[in-house]
C-alpha cells in the first residue's frame, strides 16, 4: 500500500526513509508540535518548496532542461489566486476559479515558450526563459506600481480559513481556520508530489530520462524528444502555479518579493541540486534543509558577525547579507563534488 | 571551367541568388527599422536623438555579447558568469576614474579620453586574467555538459557578484563622466550626447577589428571554422583547446570593456549590473544566432534602436519590445538570423 | 617493401556505451593503397576516426611509422603527417574554397606548384575559388575535401567513402586523381562501399565485420574470387 502510494519509488536508503519521515511527520503534525505563528509559517512554506522543487526536478532533474521562469509560473498562480479574490470578492469560488487559470495561464506561457526554445536546441530554453522572466518579473513589479503599490496586494479569503474561525481546542492548540488552511496546503501539496511521484515512475517518466539520457538515440527509437520536452514543461508549469496558489492562499498576500523575485529562483536551484536532481525526495531533503536554514542559520549568521565584528574581513563575510555568497559557493561544490545531492549520496552509500 | 561538372553548375547558380538575399536580409533588418523608427516619430531631431542614442546602446551590447556568442560556437559552452566580468569591469574602471581626477576632471578632451582608455585597459587585463582562472577551475571540469555548465556558472556568477560586493561596498556606486564627454552637442538641430557618440565610435571600431581579425587573419579562419566543425580543425592540425582559451579570455576582456563603457553610459555600478545585462546579451545571441559575432552585431543594434524607439513612442511597451522582437525573429529564423553551420 | 606506415593491433573503441571497435589490427603498407571495406555499420568510419584521434580507443595500440600515436591529440597526429578527408567531408561551408585551402596548409601558405596540380585535377576549385564552400554541390564539396587533404605531402591519407552519392561523371573524377596521388607513392587508408572504384584502386584490402577484421589480403585475390566476396561483404558489394 505505502509503496503504490509512492508510485513503487522507495527511498533505498534507510537514512533517506528515516529523514522522509521524519519531515513528513513534522509537517503533518506542524500545528501540535511546533506550537507558533511563525513555526507554521515556515512549515507551510517548506511544503509549498516541496512541490516547487519538485515540480522544477521534473524538468531539471527529469527531463535536463533548465528554466530560469519557474518563479514566473509560481507567480502566475499566486497572481491568479490574488486578483480573482479582489476582483470577485473573499470566495471559495474566487479561490478555484484563480487558481484554475493560475495554472492555465502558466501552461499556456510555458507552451508558447516551449515551442520557440526547444524546437531547436535545449540550451535556448534556458536563455529564452530567462529572458522572459526577467521581463515579466520587470513588468509585473510595474504593474504593482500602478495598481497596488510596491507592497503588494493584500485580499481576502474565505473565513473558514483564516485565525478568525475558531471551532475548538486539542491539546492546548486552539483549532482555527489557520489550522485548516494550514491542512489544505499540506494535503493539497502531498497529493500533488504524490502525482509528480507516480508521473515520473510513470512510462513517460522513462521516456523523459531517457532522453535526457542521450536524445539522439531517443528521437531514432522514434519519441518525439520536442513533444515530451514540451509536455513536461507545460506540467511542471502548471504544478509551479498550484504551488504559487497554495501559497497565496497560505499568505493572503502577494507581491513581487515573495513570488517573482529571480532570488527565489536561485533558492530553488539550490534546493534540487543540494537534494538531488532527478530523484522527487530530493526535492522533500533540499527544501526542508534550506528553507529552515534560511529561517534559523541567517540569524545566526547575523549573531556571529557582530561577535567577530573587531577581526578583519571576517564580519564582512559572514554578515548575513552575504548569505547568498555562500550559498553560491555551496551550490558550485555541490555540482562539482555531488552531482547526485543528499539523496543520491545516501542511496549510493546504502 | 564549369564544363567539369556540368551536372552541378545549373543548382549553383540558383543556390548563390537566394543565399546571398537570406545573407543580406538580417543587415537590410537595420537600416529598414531606422527608417520604420524615422516615419512613426515623425520629429527629425527627435529620431536623430534616438537613433544615436539606439546605436551607442547597441553598440555596448555588442561588445559584450561578441565573445558570449563566439565561446558558445567554438566550444559550445554556455557561459552565465559572463555577467560578472561586465560587472567586475564597471567596477575596476570606475575605481581607476576615481583614481585620476585630475585627468577627468580637466577641460582637456585628449586628457578624459587617456583616463577612459587606462580604465578600459585595466579592466580588460583583470577580466581576462581572471577569466583565464575561471575557465581552468569553473568551465574546464564541466565541458560536454550544457545543464552543468549552466548550473555552475550561474553558480560562479552569483559568488562573483558577492565577491564585488565585499570588495566595494553593497551599495551602488555614482559617477560623472570626464567633463569634456558632459552634454551634448547640437547637430541638425538635434542634442546628441558626447559620450553616446563616443560609444558609437568605439563600438564601430572593435566590431571592424573583431571582423578584420576573423576575417583576414589564419587564426580567424581557425575560430570561424572551429564554430562549425571544431573536429576537422583538429584533424586539419590546430589545437582548437588553446585557440578557445585565448577566445574565452578576450571574450571577457570585452566584457570587462563593455562593462566600463556601460557604467560611463548608466552613470552607475551595481554588482548586479552584469547579471541585468546578460537578459540583453542572451536576447542578442539567440536573435543573431548562437556563434554568430556579425548575427551579434545586427541583433543589438537592433535592440538598442527598438528599445529606445518604443521608450518614445510608448514607454510601457519598452520592456517587452525586446521579447516581441526576439518572438519574431525566431518566427522568421527558428535559430536565428545568422545561422551557424554546425557539420556535425 | 619496408616497414608499414601504420600498425593497428587489437583497437577497441566505445562510442558512447556502446563498444563499436572490439580488438582491430591491420597494417597499411608504404606507398600502397589499402582498402577498407565492409557493410555499412561494422565500424569503417571509426577506425578512421579513431586512427585520427578524434575518438579514443580504450585499448591496443597505434603505430604511425614506428611511433605509438594513440595518446596524442588529433591535432598532433596530424601534423605528424596524416591527412584526412572524413566521410561527411567536413567542409568548412561558412569559409571560401581558398580559406578551406589555406586552413588545410598547416605549415603556412599553399605550395603554388601543388596547388596547380591540383586545379588541373579539380578544376572546379579554380572557379569557385572564392566562392563560398556552402555553395558548392556535392561532389564539389568532394573534391574540395579532397584537394585539402592533399595541398600538403602527408605521409598518410585517411579517406572515407569519396564517392559516397556522387555521379559516375564525378566518380570517374575523383578515381583520377586517387589514382594521381597512388603514382606519386602516396600511402593510403581507403573506405569504399564502390567495389568497382576499390577494384581500381586498392593494392591490399582489409574487410571488416562487426568491429573486427575478418580477412586482410591481397585484391588480386579478392577480385578475381567473387565467393569470396559475396561471403566477406555479402551482395550489397556487387553494386557498381
Not at chain 1, 184 to 189: D, I, Q, R, S, W
Not at chain 1, 278 to 297: E, S
Not at chain 2, 295 to 309: D, E, I, K, P, T
Request: hydrophobic residues 55%; proline residues 3%; contains cysteine.
Amino acid at each position: 500500500m505505502g509503496l503504490r502510494l509512492l508510485s513503487g519509488d522507495a527511498p533505498r536508503s534507510g537514512i533517506l526513509s528515516l529523514l522522509l519521515i521524519v519531515v513528513f511527520l513534522g509537517l503533518a503534525l506542524a500545528p501540535f508540535l511546533f506550537p507558533g505563528v511563525r513555526a507554521l509559517h515556515t512549515a507551510a512554506t517548506i511544503c509549498v518548496f516541496i512541490l516547487l522543487v519538485a515540480s522544477y526536478d521534473l524538468l531539471l532533474g527529469y527531463s535536463g532542461i533548465v528554466s530560469f521562469a519557474h518563479t514566473m509560473f509560481f507567480g502566475l498562480g499566486a497572481c491568479g489566486v490574488a486578483l480573482a479574490s479582489i476582483h470577485m470578492g473573499r470566495g471559495w469560488d474566487a479561490l478555484l476559479v484563480g487558481t484554475l487559470s493560475g495554472a492555465l495561464a502558466a501552461t499556456v506561457l510555458a507552451y508558447v515558450i516551449g515551442l520557440f526554445s526547444l524546437r531547436v536546441r535545449a540550451i535556448f530554453f534556458a536563455m529564452i526563459t530567462l529572458a522572459v522572466a526577467s521581463a515579466v518579473a520587470v513588468l509585473v513589479s510595474q504593474l504593482f506600481q500602478l495598481t497596488g503599490g510596491e507592497d503588494g496586494l493584500t485580499y481576502q479569503i474565505p473565513r473558514e480559513l483564516t485565525p478568525a474561525f475558531r471551532f475548538g481546542e486539542v491539546f492546548g492548540t486552539n483549532l482555527n481556520g489557520r489550522l485548516l488552511n494550514y491542512y489544505l496546503v499540506f494535503f493539497a501539496c502531498l497529493a500533488l508530489f504524490l502525482l509528480l511521484l507516480r508521473l515520473v515512475n510513470s512510462p513517460f517518466g522513462r521516456v523523459l530520462q531517457s532522453i535526457r539520457e542521450n536524445d539522439f538515440r531517443a528521437e531514432a527509437i522514434g519519441y518525439r524528444v520536442v513533444h515530451y520536452r514540451t509536455a513536461a514543461t507545460c506540467m511542471s508549469a502548471a504544478i509551479a502555479a498550484l504551488a504559487g496558489s497554495l501559497y497565496a492562499i497560505w499568505l493572503r498576500y502577494v507581491g513581487p518579493d515573495t513570488t517573482l523575485s529571480f532570488e527565489i529562483m536561485i533558492d530553488v536551484l539550490l534546493m534540487v541540486v543540494i537534494g538531488g536532481m532527478g530523484t522527487m525526495y530530493g526535492a522533500v531533503i533540499g527544501a526542508t534543509i534550506f528553507v529552515l536554514a534560511q529561517n534559523y542559520l541567517q540569524n545566526l549568521m547575523g549573531v556571529a558577525a557582530e561577535a567577530t565584528a573587531n577581526l578583519p574581513l571576517i564580519p564582512d563575510l559572514i554578515d548575513p547579507n552575504r548569505w547568498l555568497m555562500w550559498l553560491g559557493i555551496l551550490f558550485v561544490l555541490s555540482v562539482y563534488f555531488f552531482p547526485s545531492g543528499i539523496v543520491g549520496r545516501l542511496r549510493a552509500g546504502r | 571551367m564549369m564544363s567539369a561538372a556540368p551536372d552541378h553548375s545549373p543548382t549553383f547558380a540558383r543556390l548563390t541568388l537566394i543565399d546571398r538575399l537570406g545573407r543580406a536580409a538580417p543587415y537590410l533588418l537595420v537600416p529598414v527599422l531606422v527608417v520604420l523608427g524615422f516615419l512613426a516619430i515623425g520629429a527629425p531631431t527627435s529620431w536623430l536623438t534616438l537613433t544615436v542614442s539606439g546605436l551607442a546602446m547597441g553598440m555596448m551590447i555588442f561588445i559584450m555579447a561578441s565573445g558570449l556568442t563566439l565561446v558558445f560556437g567554438l566550444m559550445d559552452i554556455i557561459n552565465f558568469g559572463h555577467g560578472a566580468f561586465i560587472s567586475l569591469g564597471a567596477f575596476v574602471g570606475v575605481s581607476v576614474l576615481f583614481a585620476l581626477p585630475g585627468w577627468t576632471d580637466a577641460a582637456s578632451l585628449p586628457l578624459n579620453i587617456a583616463a577612459i582608455l587606462l580604465a578600459i585597459l585595466a579592466a580588460m587585463v583583470l577580466t581576462g586574467a581572471l577569466s583565464w582562472v575561471f575557465e581552468r577551475v569553473i568551465i574546464r571540469p564541466v565541458y560536454g555538459s550544457h545543464l552543468k555548465q549552466i548550473l555552475i556558472t550561474v553558480g560562479a556568477l552569483i559568488v562573483l557578484e558577492e565577491a564585488i560586493h565585499v570588495i566595494w561596498g553593497g551599495e551602488e556606486i555614482f559617477l560623472i563622466r570626464p567633463s569634456e564627454l558632459r552634454g551634448a552637442i547640437t547637430f541638425a538641430g538635434a542634442a546628441l550626447e558626447k559620450y553616446r557618440i563616443l560609444a558609437v565610435v568605439l563600438g564601430l571600431a572593435i566590431f571592424f577589428a573583431l571582423r578584420v581579425v576573423l576575417r583576414r587573419t589564419k587564426i580567424g579562419l581557425i575560430v570561424r571554422a572551429g564554430v562549425e566543425n571544431p573536429d576537422m580543425v583538429e584533424a586539419l592540425g590546430y589545437r582548437l583547446k588553446l585557440v578557445f582559451i585565448g577566445v574565452f579570455i578576450a571574450g571577457s576582456a570585452l566584457a570587462g570593456l563593455g562593462g566600463v563603457m556601460w557604467a560611463l553610459y548608466e552613470q552607475v555600478i551595481t554588482a548586479g549590473m552584469g547579471e541585468n545585462m546578460m537578459v540583453l546579451i542572451f536576447i542578442v545571441v539567440i536573435i543573431g544566432g548562437l556563434g554568430s559575432v556579425e548575427g551579434a552585431f545586427v541583433g543589438a543594434l537592433l535592440v538598442g534602436l527598438l528599445q529606445n524607439y518604443v521608450a518614445f513612442l510608448e514607454p510601457k511597451l519598452a520592456l517587452i519590445s525586446n521579447i516581441a522582437l526576439m518572438t519574431a525573429i525566431l518566427l522568421w529564423r527558428p535559430e536565428g538570423m545568422m545561422r551557424v553551420a554546425k557539420g556535425h | 617493401m619496408s616497414d608499414p606506415i601504420l600498425t593497428l593491433d587489437a583497437i577497441a573503441t566505445d562510442i558512447a556505451q556502446y563498444h563499436i571497435l572490439k580488438g582491430v589490427g591491420f597494417q597499411v603498407p608504404r606507398g600502397q593503397v589499402t582498402m577498407l571495406l565492409g557493410r555499412n555499420g561494422v565500424g569503417k568510419t571509426t577506425t578512421m576516426r579513431t586512427i585520427m584521434g578524434l575518438l579514443r580507443n580504450k585499448s591496443g595500440q597505434i603505430r604511425f611509422d614506428g611511433q605509438e600515436i594513440g595518446a596524442l591529440p588529433a591535432s598532433a597526429r596530424a601534423r605528424a603527417g596524416i591527412g584526412y578527408v572524413p566521410e561527411d567531408m567536413g567542409i568548412f561551408t561558412d569559409l571560401t574554397v581558398e580559406e578551406n585551402m589555406h586552413l588545410a596548409a598547416v605549415s603556412g601558405a599553399p605550395d603554388q606548384a601543388r596547388l596547380d596540380w591540383l586545379f588541373s585535377v579539380f578544376p572546379p576549385l579554380k572557379t569557385f575559388w572564392r566562392t563560398s564552400a556552402g555553395n558548392l554541390s556535392g561532389g564539389q564539396k568532394q573534391m574540395l575535401s579532397i584537394a585539402r587533404a592533399m595541398i600538403e605531402e602527408r605521409r598518410l591519407y585517411l579517406i572515407d567513402e569519396p564517392t559516397k552519392g556522387l555521379a559516375p561523371a564525378i566518380v570517374a573524377t575523383m578515381v583520377g586523381a586517387l589514382r594521381d596521388l597512388k603514382r606519386q607513392g602516396a600511402s593510403i587508408l581507403l573506405v569504399e562501399q564502390n567495389f568497382a572504384v576499390a577494384r581500381a584502386l586498392g593494392d591490399k584490402v582489409v574487410v571488416m565485420d562487426d568491429g573486427h577484421v575478418t580477412w586482410e589480403g591481397d585484391m588480386g585475390e579478392l577480385a578475381t574470387d567473387t565467393g569470396l566476396q559475396e561471403r566477406l561483404m555479402g551482395l550489397s558489394m556487387e553494386a557498381g
